[in-house]
């Protein structure tokens, strides 16, 4: 159960293999995240981060991207902006780069259900699929 004070970090993956349905999904998601916790980052990123927010109103979430899809930026930007998240939620497919090391916070892949999506392998942290 999160706690209101809980830190939450919330990635949106906006890469080209995100369809507009699984975006949906992800935004639906991040809305109930949104009424659960008082202090939440999130990014929206395909092989970089496009863009960052802070307790965020939903209707100002711009989900850009569309390109390759790389992890990678998204850890190091949390990490460059000395945030120290409680909980790190990706909303992704999976596909794509993965930092070599995993963060010091706990992470959870939240995937979308699909044919290709049914065994998501990720080398740290848990995964959900919905």
Do not use: C
Not at 8 to 19: A, E, Q
Not at 56 to 62: A, M, N, Y
Not at 75 to 102: A, H, N, Q, S, W
Not at 104 to 112: A, D, N, T
């Amino acid at each position: 159960m999160l706690k209101k004070h809980t830190v939450l970090g919330v990635g949106i993956d906006t890469s080209g293999s995100i369809s507009h349905p699984e975006l949906s999904t992800f935004m639906t998601g991040l809305s109930e995240l949104m009424r659960l916790v008082s202090d939440l980052h999130v990014w929206v990123a395909d092989a970089e981060v496009h863009r960052y927010y802070h307790n965020p109103v939903l209707s100002e979430i711009e989900l850009i991207g569309g390109g390759g899809t790389s992890f990678v930026p998204l850890f190091e930007d949390i990490d460059r902006r000395k945030i120290k998240p409680t909980l790190l939620v990706y909303f992704t497919d999976t596909f794509g780069e993965f930092p070599e090391r995993p963060p010091s916070y706990p992470v959870l892949w939240v995937v979308v259900e699909t044919e290709q999506t049914l065994d998501p392998k990720v080398p740290f942290g848990s995964v959900i699929v919905i």
